[in-house]
């Protein structure tokens, strides 16, 4: 079974969302490090948390997805 992943955005949840369907919102910087994350039906972790989920989306500057942009929300943290 694939894994589903939900997001909190700006107080709500949304999802599901595939693995691929997650890092690509990180690459559009949709989510931020700290925008919570839930696998399945486990407990919600910020998505920097995620293993592996930024360093794929900016190899060699993993850094770089942890400044704020204008799709963060306060909501998200």
Request: charged content about 30%.
């Amino acid at each position: 079974m694939a894994t589903s992943w939900y997001l909190k955005l700006q107080g709500k949840m949304v999802g599901p969302f595939s693995s691929s369907e997650l890092l690509e919102k990180v690459k559009l910087r949709e989510i931020t490090a700290e925008t919570p994350v839930r696998k399945d039906d486990s407990k919600w972790i910020t998505a920097r948390d995620v293993n592996g989920l930024f360093d794929s989306a900016f190899p060699g500057d993993p850094s770089s997805a942890c400044r704020p942009t204008t799709t963060e929300y306060a909501g998200d943290r």
